[in-house]
């Protein structure tokens, strides 16, 4: 991991006082799971800074990147 990645991570929080401990972006009640499902119903970038203030554009990026490091370790098994 390189320190722009390292940096980005740091926006990603887990607290169990907020959102019961899931993935959340610098502490705000916004989830990751939530930015992430806004990009897939093709939500802009500039959509969803103007709907969530509080956040910045790196929040965003950190999200698709734990989003990948996550899938980045996935197991695949070949079922025949």
């Not at 980005?8 to 930015?35: C, H, M, T, Y």
């Not at 790196?58 to 999200?63: H, N, R």
């Not at 990948?68 to 996935?74: F, G, K, T, V």
């Amino acid at each position: 991991m390189n320190l722009l990645e390292k940096i980005l991570l740091e926006r990603i929080d887990f607290n169990p006082n907020i959102l019961a401990g899931k993935a959340n972006i610098r502490g705000f009640r916004i989830s990751v799971e939530q930015i992430l499902k806004l990009l897939a119903h093709k939500t802009t970038e500039t959509q969803i800074l103007t709907n969530f203030p509080e956040l910045e554009p790196e929040d965003i990026q950190a999200c698709l990147l734990y989003a990948s490091q996550l899938l980045e370790n996935e197991k695949v098994f070949k079922i025949n």
